[in-house]
């Protein structure tokens, strides 16, 4: 249960006077930072304000207020009025560019104290509802988001934390920390290779989310190693700076199983990172690192459906990588197809931390700092920026499904393409062998006979 919010005191100080200096009445954005099951501490990191709709309206405005002589006879104020989809959309974006150990936790609120307490509190839970419905906190067993209410009119901070199974707030204190500079930077590159059964009639987000429900089972029982120490619970971190992590994953050999369709082979590298907090246990950053590879996963996963959706309604399906893929009817397929998933950067944020994007192919760094301009409020030119690209892009590839499927090599297309020729080495190497064993046990058997009559005959002649 959170008590205390630690705000770090230069970006929450910097987003106050931006505050300031706007003429809006009301206004909306998103908390990053941290709830931990294990602290009573809530970390506020940054606020990011929502921007306004494709069309120009706020996220957060006032209702309109009502004729004066009866707002004066009632001593009413003006309430506020949340555009809760968009507010949700902007948080499911936000939630995307953070790494491990930082997330969406709440909303803030800058508005006068009359129009605040004017709003319902159902209100205000609904809000943070729909934003912990897109920006769940994954592993983490809270069940509660961060409210600030900034006013303006008097000047002052409040806040409040929402309990999400009761839609109860309630007030918690709030101090300043120096809590970026604090931070201690955890890295990780994450190797994969996983062989799965495709069943028929699978769709394909059921096909790529099975892969990635049993890579985080791998990931999660993963022992890992510290800059080439094992990790062990109740270690201590006495060390500083960055730090590497590689996780050691048992082999195992995924074989299909009997009457499948065809074989996934999901493989690729992710590269991971996290960020230990103040007061925080090493175990926690290892949590969340983990927890950040199969969230990267999942986000380009997300964006590739998202880009299928977006082409499928503009009509725009000719070049489509995305749509292509979604439309894959994985037991039709008689040849190996593969397609690669979006590849991550990370962009320079504050004080040395980092955000991170997702680029697909046809995609480049200007089309990342145009996002991370508008969803995170970034306001730099690319050259002031330092883009680290740490990885190629990863792919999954659908190998030929009759080398998986017993009985079936006959059905193999006759006309083998690039693609079919050098994913299906395997079903090639396995006839010529089979073709060679025979010709081999042929030989063998004429040997033995021709042996057979030479004794034969050098015992009749002796006779």
């Given at each position: 249960?959170?008590?205390?919010?630690?705000?770090?005191?230069?970006?929450?100080?910097?987003?106050?006077?931006?505050?300031?200096a706007?003429?809006?009445?009301?206004?909306?954005?998103?908390?990053?930072?941290?709830?931990?099951?294990?602290?009573?501490?809530?970390?506020?990191?940054?606020?990011?304000?929502?921007?306004?709709?494709?069309?120009?309206?706020?996220?957060?405005?006032?209702?309109?207020?009502?004729?004066?002589?009866?707002?004066?006879?009632?001593?009413?104020?003006?309430?506020?009025?949340?555009?809760?989809?968009?507010?949700?959309?902007?948080?499911?974006?936000?939630?995307?560019?953070?790494?491990?150990?930082?997330?969406?936790?709440?909303?803030?609120i800058?508005?006068?104290?009359?129009?605040?307490?004017?709003?319902?509190?159902?209100?205000?839970?609904?809000?943070?509802?729909?934003?912990?419905?897109?920006?769940?906190?994954?592993?983490?067993?809270?069940?509660?988001?961060?409210?600030?209410?900034?006013?303006?009119?008097?000047?002052?901070?409040?806040?409040?934390?929402?309990?999400?199974?009761?839609?109860?707030?309630?007030?918690?204190?709030?101090k300043?920390?120096?809590?970026?500079?604090?931070?201690?930077?955890?890295?990780?590159?994450?190797?994969f290779?996983?062989?799965?059964?495709?069943?028929?009639?699978?769709?394909?987000?059921?096909?790529?989310?099975?892969?990635?429900s049993?890579?985080?089972?791998?990931?999660?029982?993963?022992?890992?190693?510290?800059?080439?120490?094992?990790?062990l619970?109740?270690?201590?971190?006495?060390?500083?700076?960055?730090?590497?992590v590689?996780?050691?994953?048992?082999?195992?050999?995924?074989?299909?199983?009997?009457?499948?369709?065809g074989?996934?082979?999901?493989?690729?590298?992710?590269?991971?990172?996290?960020y230990?907090?103040?007061?925080?246990?090493?175990?926690?950053?290892?949590?969340?690192?983990?927890?950040?590879?199969?969230?990267?996963?999942?986000?380009?996963?997300?964006?590739?459906?998202?880009?299928?959706?977006?082409?499928?309604?503009?009509?725009?399906?000719?070049?489509?990588?995305?749509?292509?893929?979604?439309?894959?009817?994985?037991?039709?397929?008689?040849?190996?197809?593969?397609?690669?998933?979006?590849?991550?950067?990370?962009?320079?944020?504050?004080?040395?931390?980092?955000?991170?994007?997702?680029?697909?192919?046809?995609?480049?760094?200007?089309?990342?700092?145009?996002?991370?301009k508008?969803?995170?409020?970034?306001?730099?030119?690319?050259?002031?920026?330092?883009?680290?690209?740490?990885?190629?892009?990863?792919?999954?590839?659908?190998?030929?499904?009759?080398?998986?499927?017993?009985?079936?090599?006959?059905?193999?297309?006759?006309?083998?393409?690039?693609?079919?020729?050098?994913?299906?080495?395997?079903?090639?190497?396995?006839?010529?062998?089979?073709?060679?064993?025979?010709?081999?046990?042929f030989?063998?058997?004429?040997?033995?006979?021709?042996?057979?009559?030479?004794?034969?005959?050098?015992?009749?002649?002796?006779?």
């Open positions: 249960m959170v008590k205390t919010v630690v705000g770090d005191e230069a970006q929450v100080k910097a987003s106050e006077e931006t505050l300031s706007s003429t809006s009445p009301a206004q909306v954005g998103l908390v990053v930072g941290k709830l931990s099951a294990s602290s009573d501490r809530a970390l506020a990191y940054s606020l990011i304000p929502t921007p306004p709709t494709d069309s120009g309206a706020p996220a957060c405005s006032l209702l309109r207020a009502k004729p004066a002589a009866k707002a004066a006879s009632s001593g009413a104020s003006s309430s506020l009025d949340f555009d809760v989809d968009w507010l949700a959309e902007h948080a499911r974006q936000v939630s995307r560019m953070l790494l491990g150990g930082m997330t969406v936790i709440g909303i803030y800058w508005a006068s104290e009359a129009s605040f307490k004017a709003t319902s509190p159902a209100v205000l839970s609904q809000v943070l509802r729909a934003v912990s419905q897109v920006a769940p906190l994954y592993g983490t067993g809270v069940d509660e988001r961060l409210l600030i209410h900034i006013s303006y009119s008097p000047r002052r901070w409040a806040c409040r934390i929402c309990d999400m199974s009761s839609g109860r707030l309630r007030p918690c204190d709030f300043y920390s120096k809590l970026l500079a604090s931070l201690q930077t955890f890295r990780c590159t994450y190797n290779e996983i062989r799965l059964p495709v069943v028929q009639a699978e769709p394909f987000k059921k096909v790529i989310s099975k892969a990635i049993h890579l985080t089972k791998q990931v999660q029982n993963a022992k890992a190693l510290i800059d080439g120490v094992l990790f619970d109740g270690m201590d971190n006495t060390l500083e700076g960055p730090h590497n590689e996780f050691l994953v048992p082999f195992k050999n995924n074989l299909p199983a009997e009457g499948v369709a074989l996934l082979l999901f493989a690729g590298s992710v590269s991971a990172l996290a230990l907090g103040p007061k925080e246990s090493i175990a926690e950053v290892i949590s969340d690192l983990k927890l950040d590879i199969i969230t990267s996963l999942r986000s380009r996963l997300d964006i590739i459906l998202d880009e299928a959706d977006d082409d499928s309604t503009t009509n725009n399906l000719e070049n489509s990588l995305s749509q292509k893929a979604t439309q894959v009817v994985f037991h039709e397929l008689r040849a190996p197809y593969s397609f690669p998933f979006p590849r991550r950067i990370l962009i320079p944020w504050l004080a040395g931390s980092y955000i991170c994007d997702y680029l697909q192919q046809s995609e480049t760094m200007e089309d990342a700092m145009e996002r991370c508008e969803v995170m409020s970034l306001e730099a030119d690319m050259g002031n920026y330092s883009i680290v690209e740490p990885e190629s892009a990863s792919a999954a590839t659908l190998g030929s499904f009759w080398d998986v499927v017993p009985g079936a090599l006959s059905k193999a297309p006759s006309e083998p393409g690039l693609k079919e020729m050098n994913s299906g080495q395997n079903g090639s190497r396995k006839t010529h062998g089979s073709s060679f064993s025979i010709l081999m046990a030989v063998v058997l004429l040997i033995a006979v021709l042996v057979g009559c030479i004794f034969t005959l050098s015992a009749t002649l002796k006779t």
